[in-house]
């Protein structure tokens, strides 16, 4: 149901004003980046890094997982906030990350901000959003 709720959202953001779109994802960006601060400050390796949040070796991250590693990383946030931002990047719709879809968080892909939201790209919402770093496929800029 959170998780429904979480997808609802995604898709109410294609009526947002490009402003509180802007918000809203500075605020997921700078969440997300803390989650890849911490988890660089332990390994180097992207499969280190995704093997740190698979708690239970399953090869997927979910909702529990997620949100463990965001508190574990000092962010604070809400359960529909956390929700919504595995929603965001969870592209097959299954309510968890495989490695690829943890790909893309790590690597802050720009595209992963066109989640149905009309916006073709995030240099499209102005000032108002920073991109964080892109980081290359071995784990480094």
Known sequence: RMFAGARGELEAEKVMSRELLAQRFAH????????REELFQ???HMKSMFERMDLDNSYSINYKEFQHGLERAGVR?????AMRMLA??????NMRLDYNEFMRLLQNAH???VHDTGVKAV?????????????GSDGFN
């Open 28 to 35: 997921e960006n700078d969440m997300i980046q803390r989650l």
């Open 42 to 44: 332990k390994s180097r």
């Open 77 to 81: 946030c809400t359960e529909a906030e």
């Open 88 to 93: 965001r990047f969870d592209r097959d719709g």
């Open 111 to 113: 595209d992963i901000y």
């Open 123 to 135: 240099s499209e919402l102005g000032g108002a959003h920073q991109a964080g770093r892109v980081w």
